[in-house]
Nanobody, 124 residues
Framework: VQLQASGGGLVQAGGSLRLSCALS????????MGWFRQAPGKEREFVAG????????FYADAVKGRFTISRDMAKNTVYLQMNNLKPEDTAMYYC??????????????????WGDGTLVTVSS
């Protein structure tokens, strides 16, 4: 199983980025998919998630209304569209998958596979 995240970069506050996470070795349809982030000196935290099949999505309060998680099953890829970025969004962003069938919560400890991460830096 391999998760390859990409799309990070440096952006000014108010700008946008789209992160991608390509899954290989497994079929995305069989997993829940999530995005997490970790800022320097802080614990890894949940950002956004999607249940199996991608029908339902859920978000951390800090990003609701600004971030959108989506999937392209044909490409076995998950995306995180990030709009109106703020300096406090600066972090390493990680994608991860778990085998749970449903549920609208995710924890870092519960995820089964992780990508390497992609760095997002938002300047003020």
């Amino acid at each position: 199983v391999q998760l390859q995240a990409s799309g990070g970069g440096l952006v000014q506050a108010g700008g946008s980025l789209r992160l991608s996470c390509a899954l290989s070795g497994r079929t995305l349809r069989d997993y829940r998919m999530g995005w997490f982030r970790q800022a320097p000196g802080k614990e890894r935290e949940f950002v956004a998630g999607a249940v199996r099949g991608g029908g339902r999505t859920f978000y951390a309060d800090a990003v609701k209304g600004r971030f959108t998680i989506s999937r392209d099953m044909a490409k076995n890829t998950v995306y995180l569209q990030m709009n109106n970025l703020k300096p406090e969004d600066t972090a390493m962003y990680y994608c991860a998958i778990d085998r749970l069938i449903s549920g609208a919560t995710m924890t870092a400890e519960g995820m089964n596979f992780w990508g390497d991460g992609t760095l997002v830096t938002v300047s003020s």
